[in-house]
């Protein structure tokens, strides 16, 4: 039974957030495609933002009318939401609409509202969930939500996106010869994007499935008084140093649950307000970057160099999230000197990148492999430096209490819409950075 429900859990875990992590990893196909081409991941930041309305709504419900809110209704309709979405997407996602005058992508913006609202509200809806289990079985829920990130990624990574050529055509102006020039074109995938959107609506029904024989298992559970934060990373870190639970047969309980909480408050660590203050920037500055300002230039940074980096840069910082946040599970540093200088090579890191996306679409090295390999590696490292410390702060911050975790909570949803918010009028208004063919641009040397 134990091993049964280990399984569930992980299965559970795995719809948290692979849609939205689904999306990023396909975008080097889709910015092919769509009509706002390199400005995509711009729209996506701002869209993912909004979607933050659900949890909100969830935590007003809690707050506003304790015991009103069905969990478990509340699951089961985010759940059905997004297997129909990735249905919807999977037939629906290179259609097109004229909205203001120009082609837009209103099809795909509308449905992938509806996936970021699955996802954004599934951190406050299915951890709840959770806690009425052992802390083990959450642990394993934890590494489920690592997997969502991590298995799409891999699953982009065999679909062999990036192979292109440079081919000559020709065309004729009025009554001149004919006139040569290069443009790039990109061999086909190992499967379709069509393909790879029922692959994520299969992702979901195998987490709706899960968590009905969870609902639906033998036994009393008790439920666990801890409150936990509806943001993301925090959720992440809550489960890293949950106290172990005994078994007895198939029955499992908690044990001295609130004697644990007792003493993990009595031997909170003490800062100082000026500790405090860096600590909260760190979280502000952490999810602006990651989660705002850099993924909005992916394209600009990265595209300049081929598909094939824009697409190693997706899939591989995907696989970057969930693997520094499991290396925070088995070698944790609290200590603000190392955090502070991790933050400031990610930061090192994410400064470059949006270094090459401001000189695109003639960054530094393009064209040769050293250049490819270097934005690659920088994302992977930008990724997973800022992602370590975003589980690590969530760590310190839980030990101190609760209502520092919700100010975390705050302060990371605060960050990550003023990235955004940031990015988007400089990438689709004041167009700073520019777009150009790989083959075609000519770059000085």
């Known amino acids: 039974m134990a091993l049964l429900i280990h399984m569930l859990a992980c299965a559970f875990g795995l719809g948290s957030w692979v849609a939205v ?30 979607a933050n309305l659900g949890p909100l709504l969830v935590t007003l419900m809690h707050k506003l009318c304790p015991g009103c809110l069905k969990e478990h209704v509340v699951i089961y309709s985010i759940l ?21 005058g120009a082609l837009h992508s209103t099809a795909f913006f509308i449905i992938t509202i509806f996936l970021s609202l ?29 997997l969502s990130g991590f298995i799409p990624g891999v699953v982009a990574l065999a679909q062999g996106v990036g192979i292109a050529k440079c081919v ?3 065309h004729t102006p009025g009554n001149h010869t004919g006139m040569w020039s290069l443009h790039t074109e990109y061999l086909p995938p190992n499967f379709s994007t069509e393909v790879f959107f029922f692959f994520l609506a299969a992702m979901m029904c195998i987490s709706l499935a899960s968590f009905v024989a969870l609902n639906r298992l033998p036994g009393t559970y008790e439920l666990s008084t801890e409150n936990l934060t509806p943001d993301i990373a925090v959720s992440v870190s809550s489960g ?12 499992v309980k908690w044990q001295g649950e609130g004697a644990a909480q007792s003493r993990l408050l009595l031997a909170s660590p003490k800062h100082s307000v000026y500790q405090l203050t860096f600590i909260y ?12 300002l850099l993924p909005s230039v992916q394209t600009y940074s990265c595209m300049p160099y081929g598909n094939l980096a824009y697409h190693l840069s997706a899939a591989l910082s995907s696989v970057a999230n969930p693997l520094a946040a499991t290396i925070a599970m088995f070698f944790q540093n609290r200590s603000l000197v190392v955090l502070g200088v991790l933050t400031a090579l990610g930061t090192g890191f994410g400064s470059y990148n949006m270094a090459m996306a401001a000189l695109s679409p003639c960054p530094l090295l393009r064209g040769s492999v050293v250049g490819e390999i270097i934005i690659v590696l920088s994302w992977l490292f930008f990724t997973g430096t800022l992602t370590y410390v ?9 030990d ?46």
């Open 80 to 100: 059905c939401i997004g297997v129909l979405s990735c249905i919807l997407l999977a037939f629906f996602w290179d259609k097109t609409t004229i909205v203001a």
């Open 390 to 398: 975003k589980v690590m702060v969530g760590v310190i911050l839980r």
């Open 168 to 170: 000559n055509s020709s």
């Open 240 to 251: 890293l140093e949950n106290p172990g639970a005994e078994t007895d047969g198939e029955g």
């Open 281 to 292: 920037f760190l979280v502000v500055w952490v999810n602006a970057a990651t989660n705002g």
């Open 400 to 445: 101190r209490s609760h209502i520092a975790l919700v100010w975390c909570g705050a302060a990371a949803q605060m960050g990550s819409l003023v990235g955004s918010v940031t990015m988007f009028p400089l990438v689709n208004i004041y167009r700073l950075f520019q777009s150009g063919d790989y083959c075609s641009t000519k770059c000085p040397l």
């Open 21 to 50: 992590n689904g999306l990023w990893v396909e975008l080097p196909l889709i910015v092919n495609t769509l009509p706002e081409g390199w400005e995509l991941p711009s729209y996506l930041t701002v869209i993912i933002q909004l």
């Open 118 to 146: 699955v996802d954004c509200t599934s951190s406050v809806t299915f951890l709840p969930f959770m806690t009425q289990l052992p802390a083990k079985y959450v642990t394993t829920f934890f590494i489920g939500e690592g």
